[in-house]
């Protein structure tokens, strides 16, 4: 449980010293153990563990977007590329989980020598899922722009929710693949916000470091948005723990196994062994005894 203490989300209102009101949300998160405890959970190679990362940082803000404490966030990656694409699901409370398409996949990095995430995931889809209790959830999907995330989440933004958004994350992975620093931040804009208001903080994204930088440095949620948000009063709102976090069962796995099908149930009972069911946010694998399966097949 690495630096799981120090994760954390903040949430932020901003304004011009001279305009009447904020015209600007902000949230910011570190999150260096929770991308570590994906990335052991999954035992990914770099630039899925970048990919997983980034991904994760972006669920954390958007689910802190979320109105209720029970709704749920999704973000489905769906790619043509090696990794094939990533879920990851957030709640309002700062816990998240996710998992990849393929954990281990290694390419050449960028010529700028970054993990080159966009190539692995290649060419596909973002979708977005916000099941708030009701019937059917909230579903929008766009088509991946970069496929390195925060451009996708910012396309997803101002197409799918016509909200001027710049999201930016990032992901250190070291030499032995554990994670060194992982983070990020999501600068909106009020759909009221003044021109003057949106040139300067355009100038400020133009004029500020690569967030990978910025993490480098090691900078807290914080001071990454102090740096974003240069000129304006940032008024810190939320500041939340977050986590990797997986509510899974032996009950809830038991699910996989009743969508088998009687046929393959009969199949594993037949052969009197063991069957290991893995949850596949998490990896924990749960283990059913032949009684077991005899007795979730009498259900059926
Ligand atoms: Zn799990």
Same mark, same amino acid.
């Not at 563990?49 to 940082?57: F, S």
């Given at each position: 449980?690495?630096?799981?203490?120090?994760?954390?989300?903040?949430?932020?209102?901003?304004?011009?010293?001279?305009?009447?009101?904020? &015209?600007?949300?902000?949230?910011?998160?570190?999150?260096?153990?929770?991308?570590?405890?994906?990335?052991?959970?999954?035992?990914?190679?770099?630039?899925?563990?970048?990919?997983?990362? !980034?991904? $994760? /940082?972006?669920?954390?803000?958007?689910?802190? $977007?979320?109105?209720?404490?029970?709704?749920?966030?999704?973000?489905?990656?769906?790619?043509?590329?090696?990794? %094939?694409?990533? @879920?990851? #699901?957030?709640?309002?409370?700062?816990?998240?989980?996710? =998992?990849?398409?393929?954990?281990?996949?290694?390419?050449?990095?960028?010529?700028?020598?970054?993990?080159?995430?966009?190539?692995?995931?290649?060419?596909?889809?973002?979708?977005?899922? !916000?099941?708030?209790?009701?019937?059917?959830?909230?579903?929008?999907?766009?088509?991946?722009?970069?496929?390195?995330?925060? &451009?996708?989440?910012? =396309?997803?933004?101002?197409?799918?929710?016509?909200?001027?958004?710049?999201?930016?994350?990032?992901?250190?992975?070291?030499?032995?693949?554990?994670?060194?620093?992982?983070?990020?931040? /999501?600068?909106?804009?009020?759909?009221?916000?003044?021109?003057?208001?949106? #040139? %300067?903080?355009?100038?400020?994204?133009?004029?500020?470091?690569?967030?990978?930088?910025?993490?480098?440095?090691? $900078?807290?949620? &914080?001071? $990454?948005?102090? @740096?974003?948000?240069?000129?304006?009063?940032?008024?810190?709102?939320?500041?939340?723990?977050?986590?990797?976090? /997986?509510?899974?069962?032996?009950?809830?796995? &038991? !699910?996989?196994?009743?969508?088998?099908?009687?046929?393959?149930?009969?199949?594993?009972?037949?052969?009197?062994?063991?069957?290991?069911?893995?949850?596949?946010?998490?990896?924990?694998? =749960?283990?059913?005894?032949?009684?077991?399966?005899? %007795?979730? %097949?009498?259900?059926?």
């Amino acid at each position: 449980m690495a630096d799981l203490k120090n994760d954390y989300m903040i949430r932020a209102m901003a304004r011009r010293a001279d305009a009447p009101e904020a &015209e600007i949300r902000a949230f910011a998160v570190t999150a260096r153990g929770v991308a570590e405890e994906a990335r052991k959970a999954h035992e990914t190679s770099p630039v899925v563990t970048a990919g997983l990362g !980034r991904l $994760m /940082c972006g669920a954390l803000m958007m689910g802190d $977007m979320l109105k209720e404490d029970d709704d749920l966030l999704t973000l489905r990656i769906d790619g043509d590329g090696p990794v %094939r694409g990533f @879920t990851v #699901t957030a709640d309002k409370n700062g816990n998240v989980k996710g =998992y990849p398409g393929v954990n281990r996949v290694s390419i050449p990095n960028r010529e700028d020598g970054h993990l080159d995430v966009g190539v692995s995931i290649g060419a596909g889809t973002l979708t977005v899922i !916000r099941d708030m209790g009701l019937k059917d959830p909230y579903v929008g999907t766009i088509e991946l722009r970069t496929g390195e995330i925060a &451009e996708d989440l910012t =396309y997803y933004f101002a197409v799918s929710e016509q909200i001027p958004s710049s999201v930016g994350l990032g992901v250190l992975v070291a030499g032995d693949e554990s994670v060194m620093e992982a983070g990020g931040f /999501c600068i909106q804009l009020m759909p009221f916000a003044s021109e003057e208001t949106i #040139t %300067r903080l355009e100038e400020n994204i133009k004029a500020a470091p690569a967030v990978t930088e910025l993490l480098r440095q090691g $900078m807290t949620p &914080e001071e $990454m948005l102090k @740096t974003l948000l240069n000129g304006f009063d940032v008024e810190i709102q939320e500041t939340l723990p977050v986590q990797f976090y /997986c509510n899974c069962s032996k009950e809830r796995v &038991e !699910r996989a196994l009743v969508l088998l099908g009687t046929d393959e149930l009969d199949k594993m009972i037949a052969d009197e062994r063991e069957e290991e069911v893995k949850c596949r946010f998490c990896n924990r694998a =749960y283990t059913f005894c032949p009684g077991e399966l005899s %007795r979730i %097949r009498a259900r059926m």
